[in-house]
């Protein structure tokens, strides 16, 4: 036998040289299968090496077997996969005898840098279910004999495998289905990822591997025995299926060589540069990113599909609440279908060639909430040809659709759908943005993906267990026309898929095309156009303060009337909803539902212009009777602050901050620190100074932390009141409750003049990681004179970076400029800021406004 350490040498030649050469031939062909096979072998060469090197020169050596699992076993090693290995033994005696061959064995494996995976079990062992490690039973599905006792590898193979699936199959499936769902759950049940996880994602190769393994355990229970490997999947299936493999072989090859080890996220640049290379259509050509992505998803509807079916129709994979459930489901058979544990039968198949019975099945969908069979779904997508030549159009498919739209359930309905190809063959504008990536890093999934979000939230948002969606839901259940608010939303975004500018205006072009296909009236159609021209606006709106009558005056004349207001409101909730899971948060839920109360109470003529201290409404009235006896104190106090100040901040805020204020000759910096569910709130009282609000918002920058609201108010005396609302990204509060007073001092003693600020930046510009900026974003700067009768408005969007709003603040403060209010908001990678900003009690000047602007845009054009 050679030394231990030329064999090292020597494999790791062999293997660096191999490896090389499968990564230039993948790099010219593309060929993913190839280089998985190749891989795959040359591990297996080294294994042989091992084997006959350190624990036996015998191929054949009794009572021990060398057995491949998992992916390795069915051949599937990826350039950086794990290497799952079994060392079996005939009994536990063996175990003991080769602990020390087996111990070297794996230690050259893992100097060669391979992520190795080693089990040692006796057969006996494997026999035994552990409900805690079914990942290593289903790993035996795939086992394969490298080298070792062969009679061994078959009791394993031929005998026990079968005999432990039969008598476990139950919990096995049950296990499998659990995981798989928690797995989407954690996805969103959708494959229409902007940034997909080509493994684990929906649609994956994890789902390809739970189709075959559910389908092998189902065989392999009713055969008693192995069955053939080409009858577990549906002839039709096979074909379609193999293309998604060989295309996601060579995905994840692709993904494993760019970045050198076992990630499997397909990145906005990695996008780029697989649909210029090809990879996986080697017939294709270059291709867009966005055409390749549309490749991509069309393979992952396909495996995810047929995971889901499986999840749903094989009886094992239901649990037992599961079961009960689909059991009451199936009282929901009539004349027209069969409801078997939650699936949809036809009773009478020929009549899918009736459109109406056709869309018939997807009401019934979308009532009930139930899921389309696989008998049913080849049924529907064999009429879809002759359905073609004459489909429903005018009134008779708005019917339809209107009474699908209306329902609890329609998004389901509504994807079901488009994923037969037939809400693309109703409505044809759909095409435009099916499976569509937009890139904005602000969506997180395809623009047709996030409609039916939108749809389905709004659907929601009465049965859910938050107080905002609930209030959403009552909004909902007053309005007149629904559909047409579900119409819109379908529509709203199609313009997404063409190359105009603005998607507003192309979406309002195309969905006049589908409006006339569905011959909708005079009145539904100025509703639609409205919805979908202004489906922006209310978003637009939050930029600016909300409580100042003015701007709440100019959004209620767009809207026009308290329906349109409604409906509005509505699809704004949907929409940005539908956007990303985190995207309405508690605080846009709630500026939202703001602007929705105060436009409503404009229309019935209730808003009060100004704040007036002797008024008798509800929080003046509120605010004394919690502190009578501080008339005088509280009327100083509030006297020149604006009227969003008491709308902004309860009663019992503005009474803590009126006492900071008393407090603010024995300590000139108050400072009050709150954690709530979402995020850090810091409360600010002193008085006002040059560079205030710019030193405060860089001493959070240089501790890490990231702004994601701001208030800034001042009152008549100079006392500023500012809030601050951040996230700690590096939990550096949360895991360390001293660092608080900390925190605290630091900010206390960059106000003072104790504690250098720009030390502070230098030293965390110095430890950041450089970040990849996915979305460039172009700096823009607006001024408005007109939304504010005291300030000006000063809008400006940038690449979001760490300390953005200490510089754009610094720079107002250059410019003598004093911050009245501030509203912060982030978008992806998009920074939003609105300042309303005043020169000496005055709005800002031409001459200011542009000297101003120049300065921003010379600061932000500046590296980090």
């Known amino acids: 036998m050679s030394t231990v350490s030329s064999l090292s040498s020597d494999l790791r030649g062999l293997y660096t040289e191999e490896s090389e050469r499968i990564q230039q031939d993948f790099a010219a062909t593309g060929d993913g299968r190839a280089a998985v096979a190749r891989r795959t072998a040359l591990v297996e060469g080294v294994a042989l090496r091992l084997w006959r090197e350190l624990i036996s020169p015998e191929d054949d050596l009794p009572n021990l077997?060398?057995?491949?699992?998992?992916?390795?076993?069915?051949?599937?090693?990826?350039?950086?996969?794990?290497?799952?290995?079994?060392?079996?033994?005939?009994d536990r005696g063996g175990e003991q005898h080769y602990k020390d061959q087996i111990r070297r064995f794996s230690q050259e494996l893992w100097d060669l840098r391979l992520k190795l995976s080693p089990a040692t079990r006796s057969l006996a062992e494997c026999d035994r279910f552990d409900a805690s490690n079914v990942e290593f039973t289903i790993s035996l599905l795939d086992s394969r004999h490298l080298v070792g006792d062969p009679e061994l590898f078959q009791r394993l193979h031929d005998k026990l495998i079968p005999k432990l699936v039969m008598r476990e199959a139950q919990s096995l499936v049950q296990s499998l289905a659990e995981v798989t769902r928690s797995r989407h759950a954690k996805y969103g049940n959708t494959v229409f990822h902007l940034e997909p996880n080509i493994k684990e994602a929906p649609g994956g190769l994890r789902d390809y591997n739970v189709s075959c393994w559910l389908s092998l355990i189902s065989a392999m229970d009713q055969l008693r025995d192995w069955p053939d490997p080409q009858s577990l999947l549906p002839a039709a299936l096979r074909k379609p299926f193999q293309s998604a493999l060989d295309f996601l072989f060579s995905a994840r090859c692709f993904l494993h060589f760019r970045h050198g080890r076992d990630d499997n996220t397909l990145t906005w640049e990695a996008q780029d540069e697989a649909a210029a290379r090809g990879i996986g259509v080697p017939d294709s050509g270059a291709l867009k990113a966005e055409d390749w992505m549309r490749v991509y998803f069309g393979h992952a509807r396909t495996i995810h599909r047929v995971a889901t079916q499986l999840l749903e129709e094989i009886p094992a994979a239901r649990s037992?609440?599961?079961?009960q459930f689909q059991s009451w489901r199936s009282r929901l058979s009539n004349a027209d279908f069969s409801v078997v544990d939650g699936l949809i039968f036809l009773q009478h198949p020929a009549a899918l060639q009736d459109p109406e019975k056709l869309l018939l099945t997807f009401h019934f969908m979308a009532h009930h909430g139930l899921k389309l069979s696989t008998t049913t779904e080849y049924r529907i997508e064999h009429v879809l040809p002759s359905l073609a030549a004459t489909p429903p159009q005018g009134a008779e498919l708005w019917l339809y659709l209107r009474e699908i739209l209306l329902e609890p359930h329609a998004a389901e309905a509504l994807r079901a759908m488009h994923s037969l190809h037939l809400l693309t063959l109703l409505l044809p504008e759909m095409k435009l943005i099916d499976s569509l990536v937009v890139r904005d890093f602000y969506h997180r999934f395809t623009v047709d993906e996030h409609t039916f979000l939108a749809i389905e939230s709004l659907h929601r948002a009465k049965?859910?267990?938050?107080?905002?969606?609930?209030?959403?839901?009552?909004?909902?259940?007053?309005?007149?026309?629904?559909?047409?608010?579900?119409?819109?939303?379908?529509?709203?975004?199609?313009?997404?898929?063409?190359?105009?500018?603005?998607?507003?205006?192309?979406?309002?072009?195309?969905?006049?095309k589908s409006m006339d296909r569905l011959d909708l009236s005079p009145e539904e159609r100025d509703m639609v156009r409205f919805l979908i021209g202004s489906h922006l606006?209310?978003?637009?709106?939050?930029?600016?303060?909300?409580?100042?009558?003015?701007?709440?005056?100019?959004?209620?004349?767009?809207?026009?009337?308290?329906?349109?207001?409604k409906m509005l409101c509505l699809l704004t909730y949907a929409d940005i909803k539908a956007v990303n899971p985190e995207a309405l948060t508690p605080w846009k839920a709630e500026t939202v539902w703001q602007l929705y109360i105060g436009t409503a109470n404009y229309f019935n003529h209730s808003v009060d212009e100004r704040l007036h201290l002797e008024s008798n409404d509800a929080g003046m009235a509120q605010l004394r009777s919690l502190a009578p006896s501080a008339g005088k104190r509280l009327k100083q106090f509030l006297e020149g602050l604006p009227t969003r100040y008491v709308r902004v901040y309860p009663p019992e805020d503005v009474l803590n901050h009126m006492e900071m204020a008393a407090r603010l000759g024995a300590d000139p910096v108050q400072l009050d620190l709150k954690r709530g569910r979402h995020w850090y709130e810091l409360t600010l009282v002193t008085n006002d100074r040059p560079f205030l609000f710019a030193s405060v918002a860089g001493v959070l920058a240089a501790w890490g932390m990231n702004i994601v609201k701001a208030n800034a108010f001042s009152n008549q005396s100079g006392t500023v009141v500012d809030t601050f609302f951040f996230t700690d990204n590096f939990r550096t509060l949360e895991l360390n409750l001293p660092e608080w007073e900390r925190f605290k001092r630091s900010i206390s003693d960059v106000l003072t003049g104790e504690a250098d600020l720009d030390r502070m930046l230098r030293d965390r510009m110095r430890s950041r990681k450089g970040g990849i900026t996915k979305v460039k974003i172009d700096t823009k700067i607006d001024f408005d004179d007109q939304c504010s009768s005291g300030s000006t408005l000063v809008q400006v969007i940038a690449q979001d970076r760490p300390g953005l709003l200490h510089r754009i603040s610094s720079r107002f403060s250059y410019q003598k400029c004093n911050i009245e209010i501030a509203l912060i908001d982030t978008e992806g990678q998009m920074a939003i800021d609105v300042f309303y900003l005043t020169s000496k009690g005055a709005k800002l000047t031409a001459g200011q406004q542009e000297q101003l602007k120049a300065d921003l845009l010379e600061e932000l054009a500046t590296s980090n």
């Open 463 to 512: 049965q859910s267990q938050s107080e905002w969606d609930q209030r959403y839901g009552n909004i909902l259940s007053e309005l007149e026309q629904p559909e047409l608010l579900y119409l819109a939303l379908l529509l709203h975004d199609l313009g997404k898929g063409t190359p105009a500018e603005s998607h507003v205006t192309a979406s309002l072009e195309i969905a006049e």
């Open 320 to 323: 037992s609440l599961y079961r």
């Open 537 to 565: 606006e209310m978003s637009a709106t939050l930029r600016r303060d909300i409580f100042d009558p003015a701007t709440v005056r100019m959004f209620a004349e767009k809207v026009g009337t308290p329906e349109r207001l």
């Open 65 to 90: 077997a060398l057995v491949a699992i998992g992916g390795f076993g069915r051949g599937w090693l990826f350039p950086h996969s794990d290497i799952d290995l079994l060392f079996l033994h005939a």
